[in-house]
């Protein structure tokens, strides 16, 4: 076996563990569903998750969940879906690590009769699964690009990093990016791209894989080619924290205005202490939710009355700006995740 698919497998049985309710638990067997998430220590895919098991537990089914190792872990994900496929679940949910990747084998699935959704990441194409319960990241990315234009000493004069994901032009990657940028009033070139835009107030995009360590080691990258950051835009929380360590050792920490999106307690403290400005929360919980009763509701007959199915976002910030409604950190605290 190749060393990449022995990775794979090993990751695989690393990160599978046993569904939330046994298939004779109802009287009349339970439906067989399985979760695959991205990795299965984010706290947004543990809230996930947990939500998915309480939900089983209540609608007697049996679920078994899986994970990569990281959050491009493409590899393991294709090894959990082909399993699940090969003991002939019923349902697959999924937070593809690669939304175009994936598709291939999520094709194998649903041609053997299983049932797919996307949670969190919409696939390319998005008619790839059966439905997609995910935040609109577009709109996540225009909230926090607002915020930052209206809370601007002069936007027209600013410096913007742009600290996405990776050079894959994921989905959710993107949307975020571009959304951000047209919230900010950035005109967008081809809008499923990052980084063709030729407005002079982009400093630079920069992958960080979606981890602190890179959103670090890609901060102080930005911070040395432009010396005169105004804002910072991050593709999640995670890669905040670890920027906001570069901004700070840079001492630069009260001349950035740094946004990002998720939602996390911790992206929530970061507000309340001041070191990140705002933040667009999601809802991984009501994907994961709404996501299993459609599921069991379409396997038992119903019919989907939508397939693109927009779980809400919220605009967390302690600096309200007029004309952009927003909650405070004490609110966030309150909803928040991890």
Known sequence: MPALATAAVLALGLSGCGGSADAGDSETGSLRIGLVTKTETNPFYVAMREAAEEKAAELEVELQTFSGRENNDNDSQVMAVENLISQGVDGILI????????????DQAREAGIVVFALDTPTQPEDAVDATFATDNFRAGQLI??????????????????????????SVDVARNQGFLDGFGI??????????????????????????????????????????LD????????????????ILAAGREDEITMVSVDGGCPGVEAIAGGTLGATAMQFPSEMA??????????????????????????????????????????WGLENCWG
């Open 289 to 330: 939710i709404q996501g299993m009763e459609a599921m069991v509701a379409l396997i038992g007959g119903e019919e989907l009355t939508e397939t693109q199915v927009d779980t809400g976002s919220a605009l967390i910030t302690d600096d309200p700006v007029d004309g952009i409604e927003s909650h405070d950190s004490e």
């Open 145 to 170: 690009g607002e915020w930052a234009h209206a809370s601007a000493d002069n936007p027209d004069d600013v410096r913007i990093a742009l600290l996405d994901q990776d050079a894959n032009n994921t």
């Open 231 to 246: 804002i910072v835009y991050s593709i999640n929380e995670v890669v905040a924290a670890g920027a906001y360590e570069a």
């Open 187 to 228: 005109d967008l070139g081809d809008p499923s791209i990052n980084g063709d835009e030729d407005d002079p107030r982009i400093a630079g995009n920069y992958a960080t894989e979606s981890e602190r360590d890179e959103g670090r080691n890609q901060m102080e990258n930005a911070l040395q080619a432009n010396p005169e």
């Open 95 to 106: 937070t593809p690590a690669d939304s175009a990747a994936i598709v291939p084998t999520i």
